[in-house]
């Protein structure tokens, strides 16, 4: 298959992607209902270095680093958990979420590997002041908090738009890499129709919409789940994208980029570089990421050797919708010989 960007860009969707589509328009009548039933999310008070979170079994530890970046530092908000000496996985999460998003997968994996699950810079309780909200130059960033904790050698499991960062990391790092589970992000086919939030985020609207954690979590989870979501998860959810900056921070990156910019960087300059084994991770029924476009062996066939895809019987939020599954994937990729 040829990196040619000058080829048409986008390949037709299907038309039960557009039934899917169809039926996303339908859902949005009923979310008024849905944010009235959502429980009260009174805003959380942010965490300080070393504050401990029980999760099941394990502890995770909330952890505040200042690294290199930005032409000074960036403040980094992380949960670490995990035997110090355990193989390390790096968790980097989507919108509208945060380290949250990984609970489920920490609770799971925490007991015999290294989790460090961070909060992207510009979500969560992360740095959200201006500078470089580039994807390549978050990546830069975050390999420069990683050198500064010692990881030399991690795993990578990426969801929604945490992916694009992660991509470049992985190639940035080359060898440093041990496996990356790529999840629930756009890779080789693209079309417009699939990614109509990239209007919303550069509109003038988007610091005000945003600013509604309550509405924007809910509309997402209404518009793109399959399965059930504990209301629990959907509760932190909105207080962990409710901090104040998040609103103005996260369309940064939207106004830094474009789907179609990372469309280009993955197929001509990306994907060639990554050098471990590359597990799509993906909802089966995310009517905006039809599965056809992971499982085409065209496409498998740009991985590097051991690479594979995984779908989850379950639309965009699996590490919510399906965490059995989840963990289980994870720990039988993570665990490879």
């Not at 008024?32 to 504050?51: F, H, I």
């Not at 945003?210 to 997402?220: I, K, M, Q």
Request: charged share 25%.
């Amino acid at each position: 298959m040829r990196h040619d960007t000058t080829a048409h860009p986008y390949t037709p969707p299907p038309a039960r992607i557009r039934d899917g589509l169809n039926e996303a328009a339908v859902r949005l009548s009923g979310v008024d209902a849905s944010v009235a039933a959502l429980p009260d999310t009174p805003p959380r008070a942010p965490d300080a270095d070393g504050d401990e979170e029980k999760l099941g079994a394990v502890t995770v530890t909330h952890r505040f680093a200042d690294a290199p970046g930005d032409g000074g530092t960036v403040r980094w908000h992380y949960v670490e958990c995990g035997p110090a000496d355990a193989p390390v996985v790096v968790f980097l999460h989507g919108v509208p979420d945060s380290w949250w998003q990984w609970h489920h997968a920490l609770e799971a994996l925490g007991s015999d590997h290294r989790c460090l699950a961070v909060d992207l810079k510009g979500y969560g309780q992360s740095e959200k002041g201006t500078g470089d909200f580039r994807q390549e130059g978050v990546a830069i960033q975050l390999e420069a908090l990683l050198d500064q904790l010692g990881t030399e050698r991690f795993s990578l499991v990426t969801h929604d738009r945490g992916t694009p960062v992660g991509d470049h990391l992985v190639a940035r790092l080359g060898d440093r890499v041990l496996r990356y589970g790529r999840g629930q992000q756009h890779l080789w086919h693209l079309h417009p129709d699939l990614h109509p939030q990239e209007a919303m985020f550069v509109s003038p609207d988007a610091p005000a919409m945003l600013a509604d954690a309550r509405r924007l979590v809910v509309t997402a989870y209404t518009l793109l789940t399959e399965r059930g979501v504990p209301t629990s998860d959907l509760v932190r959810t909105v207080q962990e994208f409710g901090y104040e900056g998040i609103s103005t921070a996260v369309p940064r990156y939207f106004h830094s980029s474009s789907f179609r910019q990372e469309w280009i960087e993955r197929r001509t300059r990306l994907i060639p570089r990554w050098t471990c084994p590359v597990l799509l991770l993906q909802g089966a029924d995310d009517p905006v990421q039809p599965r056809e476009f992971y499982t085409d062996p065209e496409v498998l066939a740009q991985l590097p050797p051991g690479s594979g895809v995984h779908l989850f019987d379950s639309g965009h939020f699996w590490p919510f919708e399906a965490p059995e599954e989840t963990a289980a994937v994870l720990r039988d990729f993570l665990d490879r010989s």
